[in-house]
């Protein structure tokens, strides 16, 4: 008895220690990555919380929150979170719906009787999941202005209707900000208050905020842009510009190690919301996009992640949940571009390495003229000569630019010499359109790349995966 005892205690022990050196080296090698990646990247401050079941499991701030009193970043830091706050946008609005102040059916002619036509179309829903038809604000909007929820509903009408209500899903800011509008109309009250009652408070999340441009917030860290290499202060927005429901929240990553253990457990909300929050939008052709209420549903190697980024007035932002895992990735930096994104799966992946793109096979290629296509594209990106004809017309509107055409050719060529891409998989999806998942070899780094080709094999559209 007395030896059973002893190998139950000499195993407890020797698998605690086993854990606690997996998880110092898992640590270790976060704190590596971020350091590199802080440099590479030039990132002036970042703060990062990894959250498992609830409970935190590493957390730290790096660098400096402010560049000119030389303040460093800590896990008290606020931030601004840009679109990672629609989420909490988008969580708002289903409390309404179970407390049957909203339907998501509801058409936006409800709340707005003397709205442009097209509106009267348009469903909640619709605008949760970005298939409104609605486009991003104007190109004229002026973002250093005064506005009230009326002028900026006034400025919203200008702007027509992209398409028809479900015909498609286009990311849309002016989407969100409308909703919290409406939210006002529904409650009575500012959406951002109805948010502190009924989300921030509940949560324990007791530094998270709108943002103010003029409160004294402590902690709060500066926003920065690099401008021909140089760091500048972010650029002045005006303070009701920075109050809008399409993101703008002050939050530390202990405010948000409290909301991913809220989510976690499903608090708040029944079941059957957050069922549909997370749930991919359907279209009218029976397709769908890869976007529930406020969330980015994506997957790695098979493994469903549900995500968001952000970026306003020199801060960037990613959460990154693993629910199969309960696990929880989210990155804050105050520098405008800096790839919180890349951090944050690099950081996923540290932690659960089936989600590498390096751990999967390669499947038989018996399509090599897609294969063909994708090389070609790459190779087009990176020396600036992509071609209109390769994209479907209405893809080649968004990218043919010379600006995107310098972004994309600038983002695959850090990554170094562009060697091969290698086929992952395969499948078939609505009206003869097929989606390709390839391995992207570089000298320097290996991406993700998904394709998507309709029957011409003209690109419908794509996406790196870092």
């Not at 499991?57 to 000119?68: D, M, T, V």
């Not at 790695?300 to 007035?313: D, E, F, M, P």
């Amino acid at each position: 008895m007395k030896g059973k005892l002893f190998l139950v205690i000499f195993l407890t022990s020797y698998c605690y220690g086993m854990t606690q050196t997996t998880s110092s080296k898992k640590k270790s090698q976060v704190d590596s990555l971020i350091h590199i990646e802080m440099k590479n990247q030039r990132i002036p401050g970042l703060s990062v919380v990894v959250v498992r079941d609830g409970k935190i499991e590493y957390i730290k701030g790096y660098g400096n929150s402010n560049l000119e009193h030389n303040v460093p970043v800590k896990p008290e830091t606020v931030f601004q979170t840009a679109s990672v706050g629609k989420q909490f946008t988008a969580f708002a609005v289903m409390l309404l719906v179970q407390d049957g102040k909203l339907s998501l059916d509801d058409k936006l002619s409800k709340f707005f009787p003397y709205a442009p036509a097209g509106w009267d179309s348009i469903t909640i829903e619709n605008m949760l999941n970005h298939t409104s038809g609605f486009g991003d604000y104007i190109d004229n909007f002026n973002y250093q202005a005064h506005y009230t929820e009326d002028s900026l509903y006034q400025e919203f009408k200008k702007r027509p209707l992209l398409f028809k209500a479900g015909e498609k899903q286009k990311y849309s800011n002016m989407a969100y900000a409308t909703l919290g509008i409406i939210m006002s109309k529904v409650t009575g009250k500012f959406y951002g208050d109805f948010l502190k009652d009924r989300i921030l408070i509940p949560l324990g999340m007791t530094t998270a905020r709108i943002n103010s441009e003029e409160d004294i917030v402590p902690n709060r860290a500066s926003g920065y842009r690099m401008v021909n290499g140089v760091i500048k202060n972010q650029e002045w927005v005006s303070p009701t510009t920075n109050t809008t429901a399409d993101g703008p929240l002050l939050l530390t990553v202990l405010d948000m190690a409290k909301w991913e253990a809220g989510l976690n457990v499903g608090k708040l909300l029944k079941k059957e919301y957050y069922d549909l929050m997370w749930t991919p939008a359907k279209l009218n052709d029976g397709t769908f996009a890869r976007y529930g209420f406020g969330w980015a549903i994506d997957s790695l190697n098979g493994k469903r992640i549900l995500q968001h980024n952000g970026s306003w007035q020199g801060f960037e932002s990613t959460i990154k949940r693993y629910p199969e895992k309960k696990m929880a990735v989210i990155v804050f930096a105050n520098l405008k571009r800096a790839s919180t994104y890349k951090i944050s799966t690099k950081i996923l992946q540290i932690y659960h390495p089936e989600l590498s793109i390096t751990s999967l096979k390669t499947i038989e290629d018996t399509e090599p003229e897609i294969t063909k296509l994708v090389t070609g594209f790459i190779n087009n990106v990176m020396d600036k000569k992509m071609r209109a004809d390769q994209f479907t017309a209405e893809l080649a509107k968004e990218i043919m630019d010379s600006t995107m055409q310098q972004r994309g050719s600038e983002y695959f060529k850090s990554k170094g010499n562009f060697l091969k891409p290698e086929l992952l998989s395969r499948k078939e999806l609505d009206n003869g359109i097929r989606e390709y998942h390839y391995r992207l070899l570089f000298s320097k780094e290996i991406l993700g790349f998904i394709i998507q080709v309709n029957k011409e094999n003209k690109i419908e559209d794509f996406k790196t995966i870092e």
